[in-house]
C-alpha cells in the first residue's frame, strides 16, 4: 500500500512538470465542448435559394416573398432563366432552384391546378433533403392560404382534415446543444484519458524505465495501479469541469436525473477505457505505434457511438459494431439522465454492458502484459 | 560461494535463426570485479536480462546467490542492482526524486545507505534539484550508478557502463568500482573496450553468443599461442596490405601505430627475410619489435580460431 502512494506521488509529480500535457488536461475540455456543439448542428439555416418567376403575378411574387419570410431560405436570385439558376448551382452559389410557370396564377384560379418545378443540389445531403422538404412544407402552406382566401368557407367544414400539433418531450425548444453537448463531454473524456493512459505507459517502455522498475521488487498489480489511478481521477476531473463549468455555466444544462448516478457509471465508464488504454500500451512498442492504435480506436468509437448519427439507421452490420463500442452506451446514458431524468432501473443494463467491457479490457491488458513484461 | 552461477544458458530470440546465447556457461566468485568482454551484439545484454530477470532463457540453468532466475526471481529482485545500457531513470525527475524513488520500491532510504553511495554522490550532490534529463553524460552515469546501489545489492549487474563517456570519467568510473568491490558487492560488468579488461578479476570473451575464453586477463594473454611482433613503417596502409601477402605471415592486425603480425613458423631467419621483403616493396623506417599479446589479441585470435 506504502509502495502503491509512492508510486501515485511519482506520476502526478510526472504529469504535473509535463508543460504540454497539463494546458491539454485544463483547456481542451473547455476549448472543445465551447466549439463543438455550435458547430455539430443539424438544424440547417441559410439554404440559398434562386428563383425563377416566368409568371410575376401576385401569386408568384407572394409565394417567394413568403419563403424568405420563412427565416429559412436566402434569395440569392430572382429571374427568369433556368439556365442561370442551374450556374449559379454549379458554383456552389445556390443550393435550390424553385421554378414558378408562366400562367401559375391564372391557372390556379381557373383550373384548380398547378405544377411548379423544384431542384436541389444534393452534394450536401442533409441540407439537400432538409432544404426540400423545407420548401415542399412552405408551399402547402402557401396553397392553404389561397384555398382559403379563394374558396368559400363551408359554415360546415365537410371534409374531414387531421391536424397534427406537436410538442418536443425532453427537449421542448428543440434545443440542439442538450443533445450534443452530453455527447461531446463523453467523447472528449474518452479521448483524454484513453490517450494519456496508454502513451504514458508505452513511454516507460520507450525511455527503459520500465526494465528499471521490472528489475525492483514492485509488485506489477501496483505498477498497473500506478498508472491507472492519475488517469481516472483526470478523467472524473476533466468530466467535471465540462458538466458543470461549461455545461451550466454557458450552454444552461442541468441535468435532469442523479448527478450521482451518473458518476457512478462515469467510474465504471473510466475503468474501462483505462483498461483499454492498457491494453493498446500492451501491444505497443513506441509512443507513435500507441498513438496511431489509439487513433484508429477513437475514429471507430466516434463515428459509431451515435454522437452524430442515430445508431437506429445504420445497417445491421455497423449496429454491432456500436453495440460493442463502450462510448455508445455512455453517450446513450448521458441522454437518458441528462435530458429525461432516467434512473438506475432504466439503465440497469448498460452498467452491466460496462462492467462486461471493464472485465474484459482488464483482464486481457494484464494478462497480456504478464507475457510481455 | 559463486554469487553467480550459469550452466549451459541458450537464448534464441523470436523469430531470428542464429541463437543470441549459446551454451554459455561460467561461474564468478564472491566479491569478484568480472568483466564480460565482446563486441556489440555478442550476447552481453541477453545475458544480463536473464540474470536480472528480465527475460527467461530457452534452456539451461542461471543462478544469482544461489537463487534460481526463473523460480525465485523475486528474492532476485531484491537483491541484485541493475544498470542497463542505455540511461534509464526518470528524465522529468530531479537527481534527489530519482534517488528517492528507488529507494523507497526497495523499502529503504537514501539515509540508510548514504555510506555506500557517498563517494559517488558527493560528485553530483551539487546537481541535486536538477531534472535528471538535464545531466551531462558521466552525473547521468553517476547517478545511474547511485540507484542501483541505493539498496545495498549483494551483485551489482552492470551493462556497458563506460560507453560513450568520455575517457576522465571511464578512469574514474573504473576507480567507483573497485572500491565498491572493496566494500564486498560482486559486480558483473560487460564492456566493448578491450583496455578495460585488464581492471576485472577475471574476465570471459564473448563472440556471436559465445563465451570464448574464461581466466584472468592476465593468463589469458599468457595463453596466447604465437611469440607476437609489432611493425612500423611510412606507409602504414600499404603495409598492411604487403604484409598480408607475405608467406610466412600467420596474422596481421592494425593496432593503432602499430601493426601486430605473427608468423607460421618459428625460425630466427623470418624477421630479416621480413624486412628484406619490405626493403623491396619501398618500404622505409621499418620497424620490428617482440610485444606482449594485449586483450585484443586474444580476442582476435580466438576469434579467427573459432
Known sequence: MRMLIYLLQKEFKQIFRNKALLPMIFAMPII???????????????????????????FSTGLTQKIVASGYFKLVDYGNSYKNSLDLIEKNLSDVILEIPRGFEKNLQKENNQKVFIAVNAINGTKASIGGAYLGRIINDFNADIRSEYLPQ???NTIPVIKISSSNWFNPFMNYTFFMVPGILVVLVTMVCAYLCSLNIVKEKEIGTIEQINVTPIKKHYFILGKLIPFWVIGMFVFTIGLFVVGRLVYGIIPLGSIALIY??????????????????????????????????????LLMSGLFTPIESMPEWAKTIAALNPVTYFIEVMRMVVLKGSGIKDIKMHFVYMIGFGLLF???????????? | MKDVVL???HKTYKGRDIPALNDVSFETGEGELFGLIGPDGAGKTSLFRILTTLILPDSGCAKVCGKDVVNDYKEIRKIVGYMPGKFSLYQDLSVEENLNFFATVFNTSLKKNYDLIKDIYIQIEPFKKRRAGQLSG???QKLALCCALIHKPKVLFLDEPTTGVDAVSRKEFWGMLKALKEQ??????????????????????????????????????LNYPDPLYAVQSDQMGKLLHDLRNFREIKSCNAFGDYHHISFVSERKETGNELKDYLLKKDHSNIKLNAVAPGIEDCFIQLMDSE
Open chain 1, 362 to 373: 482488464n483482464i486481457w491488458a494484464i494478462l497480456n502484459y504478464k507475457k510481455t513484461g
Open chain 2, 7 to 9: 550452466s549451459n544458458i
Open chain 1, 154 to 156: 363551408p359554415k360546415q
Open chain 1, 32 to 58: 472543445q465542448l465551447l466549439v463543438m456543439p455550435l458547430a455539430a448542428d443539424y438544424e440547417i439555416k441559410n439554404i440559398n435559394i434562386s428563383v425563377i418567376d416566368h409568371d410575376h403575378s401576385t
Open chain 2, 184 to 221: 564486498g558487492i560482486s559486480i558483473l560488468v560487460s564492456t566493448p573496450y578491450m583496455d578495460e579488461a585488464d581492471l576485472c578479476d577475471r574476465i570471459a570473451l564473448i563472440q556471436n553468443g559465445k563465451i570464448m575464453s574464461i581466466d584472468t586477463p592476465h593468463s589469458i594473454t
Open chain 2, 138 to 140: 558521466g552525473m547521468k
Open chain 1, 264 to 301: 457512478a457509471y462515469l467510474s465504471i465508464y473510466l475503468v474501462a477505457l483505462l483498461g483499454l488504454g492498457l491494453l493498446i500500451s500492451t501491444y505497443s512498442e513506441t509512443q507513435q505505434q500507441a498513438m496511431s492504435v489509439a487513433f484508429f480506436f477513437m475514429m471507430i468509437f
